[in-house]
């Protein structure tokens, strides 16, 4: 059975009904190239862990001594002729491959935060083409309601230009106005066609449609304190930094172990044709008197601040990120009480302005009332979306992948 047409329903099937922002996620982060790169950077640190903890293979020497050019292969012209095999087998005197395999173990442990961090930005990402496809559809919304509306006083002006002089001038600009409102409606429309383009770059992933809401988690009611502590204690940044600490600090001791020198011992079995077989046992030993050893400490010590220091300068990067991020939603949420403070009010006189026109008030007048109220809900869309993004910039610092 061809397996291609099931491939094919399948794909169709996801691209189809997989558009909640749940599984948008979870199928975004399960085909993310740069995401499988790094789990097979993980299988093979993990391999390296055990080969840098294991002995180094013996090695197995034959040969002969002391060859005649005459006579090569004649073994009985002088004492020193013999033919011989030998073994020989580095051994370490202290715990260096221990500490070489437990590096290996920290750098798995950086890899896995890599992961981490690389999850929350794919989350970050799809999360925040939901949130513009989200509000471009409450914008077009209102704005496919008041251009609906607005035909209304089109006709209006229209059978009014032939009595009153003004009304000709009110049609034109009316005109204009439909005209604006329609670009802005293409506008947001681009907007959600963008939002699907970023989540099949992220993703690999087509969508028709976004079915689902980004909830907003309303950051604003938590304090600044409780927000810095789950950094502390959340962010993949922060624990992929203290990784590299350890890597850097095991780096050090085994930098350390390393100017103790290892030895190696030789055992040889040796054949003489007329004479006596012997055995040989050496043991030899490298002297470090270029300290190079040494300086590798030092160097490796000065890497280990240079993780110290960066781990410090990531951590208020972060915390000064996530304070300007927090300051920001308050402001926001204080305009935004401001934008929906001034539409009660437009509502307020749209209402009076309603009662009026039995009693000769403006029709024209009622009509620009309702201009300005979609001006408001628009600026207030506006304003909600930009919480939005807020709050899924504070996730993205806080390490959250839902």
């Known amino acids: 059975m061809n397996p291609k047409p099931i491939l094919l329903f399948f794909c169709i099937t996801l691209s189809l009904h ?26 093979i640190i993990d391999r390296e862990a055990d080969i840098v903890g294991a002995w180094s293979d013996p090695v197995l020497q034959a040969g002969m001594n002391d060859i005649q050019a005459v006579q090569p292969l004649s073994r009985n ?7 011989f095999i030998t073994l020989s087998q580095a051994i370490p005197l202290n715990n260096r491959l221990e ?17 981490e961090i690389l999850s929350v930005n794919i989350a970050f990402g799809v999360r925040k083409a939901f949130i513009e496809a989200q509000f471009a ?28 002089k003004n009304s000709v001038e009110k049609y034109i600009t009316t005109q204009l106005l439909q005209k604006t409102y329609q670009f802005k409606r293409e506008a947001w429309l681009r907007n959600i066609e963008v939002a699907k383009e970023r989540i099949e770059l992220i993703g690999n992933l087509k969508i028709d449609n976004f079915s689902d809401e980004v909830v907003l988690k309303n950051y604003h009611y938590q304090t600044l304190e409780e927000l810095l502590s789950l950094l502390d204690m959340n ?11 350890n ?66 300068q990531t951590k208020v990067q972060l915390e000064q990120g996530l304070k ?3 300051h920001q939603l308050q402001s926001l949420y204080d305009e935004l009480k401001i934008l929906e403070q001034s539409g009660v009010k437009i509502n307020q006189l ?24 979609v001006n408001n809900r628009l600026a207030i869309n506006k304003k909600r979306l930009a919480i939005a993004l807020n709050e899924n910039q504070i996730d993205q610092l806080l390490g959250v992948t839902q």
């Open 18 to 43: 997989a558009q909640t922002l749940r599984e948008v996620i979870d199928y975004s982060q399960r085909h993310n190239y740069q995401l499988q790169i790094l789990q097979e950077e993980s299988e």
């Open 324 to 326: 300007i991020t927090f």
């Open 137 to 164: 559809q409450s914008s077009l919304s209102i704005l496919d309601r008041y251009i609906s509306f607005l035909k209304r006083p089109m006709d209006l002006l229209v059978n009014l230009s032939a009595v009153e």
């Open 77 to 83: 012209v002088e004492a020193m002729q013999n033919q």
């Open 350 to 373: 749209i209402s009076n302005a309603k009662s009026e026109l039995a009693s000769g008030g403006s029709l024209v007048h009622y009509y620009e009332l309702f201009t300005k109220r």
């Open 99 to 115: 500490i070489a395999s437990d590096v290996e173990k920290e750098k798995l442990l950086v890899v896995e935060q890599k992961k």
């Open 247 to 312: 890597v850097a600090n095991h780096e050090i001791e085994l930098a350390q172990a390393k100017e103790q020198t290892d030895f190696t011992v030789t055992g040889g079995y040796y054949q003489r044709f007329d004479r006596n077989d012997y055995v040989s046992v050496a043991v030899s030993f490298p002297l470090y008197i270029h300290k190079k050893q040494s300086n590798k400490t030092v160097q490796a010590m000065k890497k280990s601040n240079i993780q110290n220091l960066t781990y410090e």
């Open 235 to 245: 962010s993949p940044e922060l624990h992929m930094r203290d990784a590299l600490k």
